[in-house]
């Protein structure tokens, strides 16, 4: 069937509005930080401000609107890498990686 660019690119264009609430939203949670050396998130380790101590540092080193989160075990549970379904990475990289 037949289709006009102008038609395509308005397909492209309604996708992009149903999508950018799904871009803030990420965008937001990657701005979201667990400071280390907070025990996995119980904060038994720190002494009294640690935790916006090292926030303030974090913002001025990269400049990013970075905020802490509210809750650092579940934001330390989020960056535990998800196994990578077999077939996804090129033959031997266990070996090279030295993985068993």
Do not use: K
């Amino acid at each position: 069937m037949p289709m006009t660019v102008g038609q395509e690119f308005a397909g492209w264009a309604a996708t992009m509005r149903e999508e950018l609430p799904r871009l803030e939203d990420s965008r937001r949670l990657l701005h979201e930080v667990n400071p280390a050396g907070t025990a996995i998130g119980t904060q038994i380790t720190t002494v009294p401000g640690y935790r916006e101590a090292v926030l303030r540092h974090l913002v001025t080193l990269t400049g990013l609107p970075l905020v802490s989160a509210d809750d650092l075990i579940e934001a330390g549970v989020r960056v535990v890498p998800a196994p990578v379904p077999e077939g996804c990475w090129p033959a031997g990289w266990r070996a090279a990686a030295g993985a068993a």
